[in-house]
């Protein structure tokens, strides 16, 4: 039996201005068809369609990932990391959690693009059949180029159907080294998708990171439900050691094996992937949304909604949202995390979340603020309901625009129909439903003094969200 451990806890920063840290890469639909965690989902349903994923992610996420399964009409369980340990702890609580079964666990990024499905489940299959003998399995990537983004592994004795001993794993190399690597047809590139029995992790574990193993033990002992949510236990997962896989129990292992894909793969760590991964004009230049390319080579241009106009650009990266604009080139496209650091430091919200918000009811837009003003769009799913609650510093006004609103204004219980509109005071308790079939679209003006999101005192929420 096998059981995907998705681990969604990345924040995707060399990807700004798109993927920030309310609304990582994975949850991104980078390339056209599906987002890429909605992709991984496809790859574990194509090898078992009756799955059932344990997804690790930030507490942050929850509602994106769960939306995502909903809208793959997938059952999984949700884990709600208190804070990001890295992947050997995530990994121990999907363990813990199945360690009375003891599936095969095939621990995998969220991030990862293989398009090769059938290769993907071959190699799958393969590392399977020697974690059930005991086995813990890397899946190795053939290495097509020099990559200094990436680790590698050295590969040993062949043990058959592509299966080898790891003689070796080798940190990020300097591009001549990963030259010679990729020459010799030795190394593979470490994916960071690993396959072992959950007994045979916690018994590695157990003997390389008892103190890992004991703090996610006792985080899961005392861990709490919430909805569709499992909480480990906070202050035993904080006590918990940050460590990933390959530190904590893979480097320390004698017997490792690894198997190995030969396929396009990436992890879409920066833009310079991403143009990589997209359809290319006879130019070389990717282009997503309004763009107009005018002698520009091997770019890579995107536009959320303005236009994009760029003349002799060579290997240039422009990425528009609505609230920032990057440039830079395709060589230092690597370097974006560094901008971010600098955003944080100016305390930049454009660092944080987007213009748009995502809610487990929907989402809503910042379209404009000024002085003691500001002015949403805000959608909100068939049946979906906003939190009863009130307000300390500001009052508002709803405008329908499109579907139906239930509303609860004080005493007083509406039914607004499109282009009919209620003014909420300062401190009137209220609640919004979409009591419809399809998207309730209204548009919200709010007045006063202070007009953050933090300003939310609920009383009674159908998502748990209780918190001020």
């Given at each position: 039996?096998?059981c ?16 920030r ?21 496809d790859?574990m ?20 990932a769960a ?7 997938i059952t ?22 199945t360690?009375?079964?003891d599936p ?6 969220a ?22 003998q005991?086995?813990?399995?890397c ?6 180029s020099?990559?200094t983004?990436?680790?590698?592994l050295?590969?040993?004795e ?18 001549n080294?990963?030259?010679d ?27 390389h ?8 033990r006792?985080?899961?002992e ?44 990436s992890?879409?760590g ?11 004009d ?13 002698d520009?080579n091997?770019c890579?241009?995107?536009?959320t ?9 060579e290997?240039?990266v422009v ?9 830079t ?21 454009e ?8 809610r487990?009811?929907?989402?809503f ?13 805000i ?12 307000h300390?510093?500001?009052?508002e006004?709803?405008?329908v ?8 204004n ?6 607004l ?25 209204l ?8 007009l ?17």
């Amino acid at each position: 039996m096998l059981c995907p451990v998705i681990l969604c806890g990345g924040k995707g920063s060399r990807l700004w201005p798109m993927s920030r840290e309310l609304y990582p890469k994975q949850f991104m639909e980078f390339l056209p068809g599906a987002t890429l965690f909605e992709a991984t989902l496809d790859r574990m349903t194509a090898l078992d369609p009756g799955c059932q994923p344990i997804v690790i992610c930030n507490e942050a996420h929850r509602f994106l990932a769960a939306e995502q399964l909903r809208s793959k009409n997938i059952t999984g369980r949700i884990v709600l990391e208190p804070t990001g340990r890295n992947t050997a702890p995530a990994a121990a609580l999907a363990a813990l959690m199945t360690q009375e079964d003891d599936p095969i666990l095939v621990v995998m990024p969220a991030d990862h693009r293989i398009p090769d499905t059938q290769a993907f489940a071959q190699a799958i299959a393969q590392a399977a059949s020697a974690a059930r003998q005991g086995d813990l399995v890397c899946l190795g990537i053939a290495a097509r180029s020099p990559e200094t983004g990436y680790g590698y592994l050295l590969k040993g004795e062949s043990q058959g159907n592509d299966v080898f001993n790891v003689k070796a794993f080798v940190e990020k190399p300097d591009s001549n080294t990963a030259r010679d690597y990729v020459e010799s047809g030795q190394y593979l590139w470490n994916s960071g998708i690993f396959l072992f029995t959950a007994s045979r992790y916690l018994k590695a574990l157990e003997t390389h990171c008892p103190d890992i193993l004991k703090a996610c033990r006792d985080a899961m002992e005392s861990s709490a439900p919430d909805m569709d949510f499992i909480r480990p236990e906070r202050e035993a997962f904080m006590n918990c050691p940050s460590n990933s896989i390959d530190y904590a129990v893979l480097e320390k292992e004698k017997n490792l094996k690894v198997v190995e894909l030969d396929t396009a793969w990436s992890d879409l760590g920066a833009w310079e992937a991403v143009h990589e991964n997209g359809e290319q004009d006879a130019n070389g230049n990717v282009t997503v949304g309004d763009v107009v390319a005018q002698d520009s080579n091997g770019c890579y241009l995107h536009s959320t909604g303005r236009l994009v106009a760029t003349v002799g650009l060579e290997k240039a990266v422009v990425v528009e949202t609505p609230d920032a604009v990057l440039v830079t080139t395709m060589n230092a496209a690597q370097n974006v995390k560094g901008m971010i650091d600098e955003l944080v430091r100016r305390h930049r919200p454009e660092a944080l979340g987007h213009t748009t918000d995502y809610r487990p009811w929907g989402n809503f837009t910042n379209i404009i603020k000024g002085d003691q003003f500001k002015v949403k769009r805000i959608v909100v799913k068939p049946g979906a309901s906003l939190s009863r609650q009130m307000h300390y510093h500001r009052a508002e006004h709803w405008v329908v625009v499109r579907g139906s609103a239930q509303v609860t204004n004080g005493d007083t219980e509406l039914l607004l129909a499109e282009s009919q509109s209620t003014y909420i005071p300062l401190g009137t308790v209220h609640r919004l439903t979409n009591p419809g079939k399809i998207d309730l679209e209204l548009i919200e003006i709010q007045t006063g003094p202070y007009l953050e999101e933090d300003d939310i005192v609920r009383f009674e929420d159908i998502y748990g969200r209780l918190d001020t």
